[in-house]
């Protein structure tokens, strides 16, 4: 039940910036940022996890460690990305928060074409 507190902890930022964004509006994206920050540090504990399970899994396949690492690569590309963009979305940064989901996507097709080349080979491999 740990994505409850991670709802609540956000539910709470999200209403403490309605109410600063009245009073103090230059502080709610100060708030909305801490509480993005408090989220991203608990789910970093979550990674830990994530991490050692992948490194068991290649203990017992022998998967190429390059698949494994680009593939870790563009899991931490897409939480960094779309929590960046969040927050330049909340700032009121939308073109900006477009940007950088666009760049995101890019760098992760860049990531995956060694990946889609090593497929096309095996796939060589097997017709030849």
């Known amino acids: 039940m740990e994505i409850v507190k991670v709802a609540a902890l956000g539910i709470t930022g ?3 910036g309605l109410l600063l964004k009245e009073t103090k509006p230059e502080y ?3 708030l909305s940022l801490a509480a993005g920050i408090l989220v ?3 789910m970093a504990g979550k990674l830990e996890y994530l991490f050692s399970s992948v490194l068991k899994i290649q203990e017992y396949l022998p998967l190429d460690t390059k698949y494994l690492t680009t593939l870790l690569k563009m899991i931490g590309i897409t939480y960094v ?6 927050i330049c979305k909340d700032a009121g940064y939308g073109a900006v928060a477009s940007q950088i989901e666009v760049f995101a996507k890019l760098y ?5 074409i060694p990946v889609l080349l090593a ?4 796939i ?5």
Do not use: D, K, N, P
């Open 14 to 16: 999200m209403l403490l």
């Open 81 to 86: 990305g779309q929590f960046s963009a969040g």
């Open 119 to 122: 497929l096309m080979e095996a």
């Open 28 to 30: 709610s994206v100060y």
């Open 108 to 112: 992760i097709m860049v990531l995956s």
């Open 124 to 128: 060589h491999g097997f017709l030849t």
């Open 40 to 42: 991203f540090c608990y």
